[in-house]
């Protein structure tokens, strides 16, 4: 987890990467933490933000895709939750088993599934430690893409990157930013600070800088009529 945590942040100040692709190198996208290290690891990693994987990864101005290839479980799972995009494989499976082991979340894990699934849906899966299918993760809006065979989710995922690396590189990381800040507050402070960005983000354009959006809406807006500003 450290040397994940080296090469997000490696990744990050990289100015050639504009996606980041997680997945897992064998049948499972993360299986979780040695729990023979227990006591180092987890009081390690929860007081250290530099070896923490999941923190280096909200720090990461970048799109993260996750292509969930297996199992999720645990730690796994509060890392798929760090992406900002998930395509999983049909037969993934995600698990939060820290109330099985006796392990006290620290990873975001009890407090950023309730948001994305509701706290009904995600008290079940956390205090049970059952698994949820990939399927069940797509229709609860946990997972974006389900593909049919392992070796499709990382292509899924490259298609994914394809997409976003041809718009506005500034203007994906800004989003990006936004998304995630407003997330973590209230509706009416989430609007007003998209509101305070945009003025912010306008106020810092020159006119050249307007005539080149203005200049590429048209090209776009040309080559398709359908599309609309």
């Keep these: 987890m450290v040397d994940l945590a080296k090469e997000i942040k490696i990744l990050a100040a990289d100015e050639s990467v504009r996606v ?42 970048k799109p993260i895709i996750g292509a969930i290839n297996g199992f999720a479980v645990t730690a796994g799972f509060e890392i798929a939750l760090a992406c900002d995009i998930l395509v999983a494989s049909k037969d993934a499976k995600f698990m939060d088993t820290h109330s099985k082991f006796g392990i006290f979340p620290s990873w975001g894990l009890s407090q950023k599934l309730s948001r994305i699934i509701g706290p009904g849906r995600a008290s079940k899966v956390s ?58 507050v209230d509706l009416g402070t989430a609007l007003a600070l998209e509101k305070e ?31 609309k500003l």
């Design 197 to 227: 960005r945009a003025h912010e983000y306008y106020n810092g354009m020159s006119k050249e800088q307007f005539k080149k959006m203005q200049d590429f809406i048209a090209r776009r807006s040309s080559k398709n009529t359908q599309s």
């Design 20 to 61: 980041l692709i997680l997945t897992g190198s064998g049948r499972a996208f993360c299986s979780g933490v040695d729990l023979t290290a227990a006591e180092d690891v987890f009081k390690g990693d929860v007081k250290d933000v530099e070896t923490d994987p999941v923190v280096q990864m909200e720090r990461c101005k």
């Design 127 to 184: 205090l049970t430690a059952a698994p949820v299918t990939a399927e069940q993760a797509e229709k609860w809006g946990l997972v974006n893409h389900v593909v049919e065979q392992e070796g499709e989710v990382v292509r899924k995922a490259r298609q994914i990157a394809d997409a976003i690396i041809k718009n506005n590189q500034d203007l994906v990381v800004r989003y990006k930013a936004v998304l995630n800040d407003g997330f973590k």
